[in-house]
């Protein structure tokens, strides 16, 4: 992928191949560094403390905004993908790479009917092995995806949402929230995660057939913080809205791009 970067250690990368040839080595020798890569990535989360502000870096200030900003989106969608939810709508959602739970106890509970959870770990296991809740297909209406996904290496990225499509129920979404690099990435050697920018982020996306129905900025975070996006992204092509409506169509909500 032609996108330059940085990692923590301010060291240029010409692009992403450069980048994971570095860290997950050339084609042949990538199953023992790769392993390595998400060892150290598991070895990280497992000494940070298990509470709000220990999942959130210390920023644990944010979480409020946060949920905030997440219920906001999820409401959204609901209007123009769930019409019928709290009535005849069963829902079900997976809280994918749920750490403490901390996104299921302050939104996705309050929304759905049945949420269940995937720890990281599992996460990262059902990449290399396809065994998880995912397995089930058109279990779920929504897939929430945070702050999770930087851990997986380009491949596995793509390797991942390909499967989990087959756990969307017809008509169902991911939703993808995560840290956006203004440019290319940024390589957090600490933590063995990657942040991409949004452009970096919408290639990825074309690779595992996957639209975006909508995104949405986070506000209200401190300056200091990476900028964080949200992305609805579905499996079929959004329907595109006539510019020609008539005047009896034009106070219906239509698709945003």
Request: include cysteine; glycine fraction near 10%.
């Amino acid at each position: 992928m032609e996108v330059s970067g940085l990692d923590s250690d301010g060291k240029a990368f010409k692009n992403a191949e450069e980048m994971w040839r570095e860290q997950i080595g050339e084609e042949g020798e990538q199953q023992q560094k790769k392993t390595q890569w998400y060892r150290e990535g598991v070895s990280y989360w497992e000494g940070v403390e298990a509470s709000v502000d220990g999942v959130l870096g210390g920023f644990g200030n944010v979480n409020e905004a946060d949920i905030k900003g997440s219920e906001a989106f999820l409401q959204t969608l609901f209007s123009e993908r769930f019409p019928d939810a709290g009535r005849n709508q069963h829902l079900v959602a997976l809280d994918c790479g749920c750490g403490i739970g901390r996104i299921t106890k302050n939104l996705l509970i309050r929304y759905f009917n049945d949420v269940d959870l995937l720890e990281p770990v599992l996460l990262i296991f059902f990449v290399f092995h396809f065994r998880s809740l995912l397995q089930i297909p058109g279990k779920y209406d929504v897939i929430w995806i945070q702050w999770c996904i930087g851990h997986l290496t380009d491949d596995d990225f793509v390797s991942f949402f390909k499967r989990a499509k087959v756990g969307l129920k017809p008509g169902g979404f991911f939703v993808l929230k995560e840290n956006i690099a203004r440019s290319g990435f940024v390589l957090d050697k600490e933590d063995r995660s990657i942040t991409r920018s949004d452009v970096y982020f919408k290639e990825l996306f074309s690779r595992c057939g996957l639209h975006i129905y909508k995104s949405k900025d986070q506000k209200g975070f401190p300056e200091e913080l990476f900028a964080v996006k949200m992305y609805a992204l579905t499996t079929e092509m959004p329907k595109r809205v006539s510019k020609n409506r008539s005047k009896g169509q034009a106070n219906r909500p239509g698709i945003i791009r």
